[in-house]
Nanobody
Framework: QVQLVESGGGLVQAGGSLRLSCAASGKFFSINDMGWYRQAPGKQRELVATITWADMTNYEDSVKGRFTISRDNAKKTVYLQMNALKPEDTAVYYC????????????????WGQGTQVTVSS
């Protein structure tokens, strides 16, 4: 059974940094796109950053220049380095991975992590 386990959230003062990690476990053939999303109280979940299998990245405008997404395929892990954090970055952060189940699979399946709380105090 595939699981995504996140770590690295916590409480930090404005201007500080955190690094989130999300590791995949279980049986699957390959990992394709990876991404981080966040959901603040009373708001919809929104995309923060994505990275393709070819290491092409995309960022939500408010985090450009402050956040960096990266991946380690050998460790089946995606990271989100968050610098210059602001109170408006406070949210539950979720990772998502698009996995190919087997060599013969004709489609990918999206999996989500359980979420990790990031709180930025002013």
């Amino acid at each position: 059974q595939v699981q995504l386990v996140e770590s690295g959230g916590g409480l930090v003062q404005a201007g500080g940094s955190l690094r989130l990690s999300c590791a995949a476990s279980g049986k699957f053939f390959s990992i394709n796109d990876m991404g981080w999303y966040r959901q603040a109280p009373g708001k919809q979940r929104e995309l923060v950053a994505t990275i393709t299998w070819a290491d092409m990245t995309n960022y939500e405008d408010s985090v450009k220049g402050r956040f960096t997404i990266s991946r380690d395929n050998a460790k089946k892990t995606v990271y989100l380095q968050m610098n210059a954090l602001k109170p408006e970055d406070t949210a539950v952060y979720y990772c998502k991975m698009s996995l190919t189940p087997t060599y013969y699979s004709s489609r990918n399946i999206d999996y989500w992590g359980q979420g990790t709380q990031v709180t930025v105090s002013s």
